[in-house]
């Protein structure tokens, strides 16, 4: 296995709607994940800031796509799904134009029916503002293809885990992994919750403490629900499980906190790099 084919896991923060494309001034309670923020900044230059070599595909899980049944984008020229209401209509009119890789769609299906999964293929389905919204300025020429899986109804923790397992081997085949979701998802222009510092001391203990073996990182993701802020900090779980099955796909490795930034009250727009299995 060549270095240069070896990618690492990224889990991504996505903002709020398409909240990287409206200025403040349009919507001051925006500000801080607008159009000109550090937050946007920060996805633009995230390539060159990280050196992250050019993949053969992004293969993503994004909050906003469940399915009952595990499946996979297989389109090879994507729509975009405008799955947010209330913005300014430009939003609506956003372009990203990527395609799709059928063989690697097809790879991560077999990896997936590998680790227990029934596993569908989507043909109709556009991506959605999980995908574009932060891809289309981490790659705004458009020039990797892409690949979404969904996550499970279900929201089963353990059984997001057995995805990101499952899709461990692809980091080692230049295909970047990518989890879009948010560190928390509560709290909204609500400034100074008492939950919101303790639940980042523990997500960032959980995800980067590199005293922590294989297993107990694993166990901590299982153990979620006994940690007493974690229902403050996400009400529902799905912009959770993303950071979950990154982790899962590295192994279960400490990762490298690359921006922590709480923006809107106690939003956690939290970027990783874990390494590959």
């Given at each position: 296995m060549s270095a240069k084919n070896v990618q690492p896991i990224i889990f991504l923060s996505h903002g709020a709607g398409p909240s990287f494309y409206i200025d403040a001034k349009q919507a001051p309670n925006l500000k801080g994940l607008d159009k000109d923020s550090k937050a946007a900044a920060v996805l633009k230059s995230f390539v060159s800031d990280h050196q992250i070599k050019s993949p053969k595909a992004l293969v993503v899980l994004s909050a906003h796509w469940q399915e009952k049944t595990c499946s996979v984008n297989i389109n090879e020229q994507h729509s975009l799904l405008y799955d947010y209401g209330g913005f300014p209509q430009e939003t609506y009119q956003l372009q990203w134009p990527v395609v799709g890789d059928l063989g690697v769609a097809r790879r991560v299906k077999e990896l997936l029916e590998a680790g227990g999964f029934a596993c569908k293929e989507e043909n109709k389905r556009g991506l959605d503002h999980g995908v574009f919204v932060p891809l289309k300025l981490v790659f705004p020429e458009a020039n990797v293809p892409v690949i979404q899986v969904s996550l499970l109804k279900s929201l089963d923790m353990a059984e997001h885990l057995k995805i990101g397992e499952a899709l461990s081997d692809l980091s080692k085949e230049n295909i970047l992994v990518i989890g879009s979701g948010f560190a928390t998802h509560?709290?909204?222009?609500?400034?100074?919750?008492?939950w919101a510092k303790p639940f980042k001391e523990w997500i960032h203990d959980v995800v980067s403490n590199s005293k922590h073996s294989a297993a107990e990182r694993k166990q901590k993701f299982l153990d979620y629900k006994k940690v007493e802020t974690f229902s403050k900090a996400h009400p529902a779980i799905e912009h959770f499980l993303p950071i979950a099955i990154c982790c899962a796909a590295s192994g279960y490795q400490a990762a490298e906190i690359l921006f922590?930034?709480?923006?809107?009250?106690?939003?956690?727009?939290?970027?990783?790099?874990?390494?590959?299995?």
């Open positions: 509560g709290g909204l222009s609500t400034g100074g919750l008492v922590s930034e709480f923006s809107i009250g106690c939003l956690l727009n939290d970027h990783y790099r874990f390494p590959a299995k």
